[in-house]
């Protein structure tokens, strides 16, 4: 029944295990007025000292700000007071991928808004099962949102994992909606409700900031720095997402930015705009990486 044999079962399992032991040491390390390139370099250390790889960058996005912002090099920036942190944290072995999220709330206004997204992710991995309609799932979710009196982000989505894939393909909505996906059973799947307030717009838009790249496809590039470059994002992230400061040392210093300059320029390698609640809304999520069953799901994270 499922794609994945016993061996490769084994490499989720103990790829959810690093992440979630990672993510409780985590919990208890953010602070307020802490940098922002101290959260994500910690969480991307705990991953590689319990033996894993860090799947993507730590994601640390504040308030508003919904998903994708890591770190660029030399990051100034500090956790705010009384911000909303969340940190997304993803872990492969051997290319197996599981990813799970966390809010920090150091706003109490905000504590029953963190509470919404992880009681709505309880509520999606107690009903799921193999053969469950991803629309049912998005009902779920928003259901358990709203009740709490609380929006959820309507375009941003679970999604099926693989090897040395993040999207794999299925999305998993956190609203209702017409379509006829499926989860399958031997599958696996992050569930990740996004949590907002109910005056929001309750969707997020690209900002213009990028943080977060991935290789596309190798270009031939004529300058030899720029060559070298692609080929050490080729070696170490293949089609996995990474961020800037993940290539010191890749190339020497003064020729870094000309060299990946370039890489964007041809289009070898493509950024992930971070992601902004259209009315500046605080955002909150949760998340887990399940197994499918046919009766049910393990929960990997
Ligand atoms: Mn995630
Ligand atoms: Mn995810």
Redesign the pocket.
């Known amino acids: 029944m499922s794609q994945y044999d016993k061996e490769a079962l084994e490499k989720f399992r103990l790829s959810g295990k690093i992440l979630r032991e990672s993510r409780e040491e985590m919990r208890n390390f953010v602070r307020e007025d802490m940098p922002i390139i101290q959260v994500c370099e910690k969480a991307e250390s705990l991953i590689r000292e319990k033996g894993g790889k860090p799947a993507f960058p730590c994601n640390v996005s504040i308030n508003e700000v919904a998903a994708h912002y890591t770190s660029p090099p030399n990051d100034k920036r500090k956790i705010p007071e009384k911000a909303v942190v969340k940190v997304?944290m993803g872990v492969h072995v051997d290319g197996y991928v599981t990813?799970t999220a966390f809010t920090a709330c150091f706003n109490p206004e905000y504590s029953s808004m963190q509470s919404a997204a992880e009681h709505a992710l309880t509520a999606a991995i107690e009903s799921i099962h193999g053969d469950m309609a991803t629309s049912q799932i998005g009902l779920i979710i928003e259901r358990t949102i709203k009740n709490r009196g609380f929006k959820p982000i309507s375009n941003l989505t679970?999604?099926s994992v693989g090897r040395y894939l993040?999207h794999a393909g299925t999305s998993i909505p956190n609203v209702m909606q017409l379509s006829f996906g499926k989860v399958k059973a031997g599958e696996v799947y992050?569930i990740?409700p996004f949590v907002t307030l109910p005056d929001a717009v309750g969707r997020v838009d690209n900002s213009p900031e990028v943080t977060i790249f991935r290789l596309v496809k190798a270009k031939a590039v004529k300058n030899p720095y720029t060559k070298q470059l692609l080929k050490y994002i080729e070696d170490n992230f293949r089609t996995l997402p990474f961020a800037e400061r993940w290539l010191k040392g890749a190339v020497p210093e003064d020729r870094h930015r000309d060299a990946f300059k370039e890489l964007l320029r041809c289009k070898a390698v493509m950024g992930y705009p971070v992601f902004v609640e259209v009315s500046r809304k605080p955002v909150t999520q949760a998340?887990h990486t399940l197994l499918i069953k046919e009766d049910g799901c393990e929960v990997l994270t």
């Open positions: 997304d990813d679970g999604h993040i992050a990740e998340e």
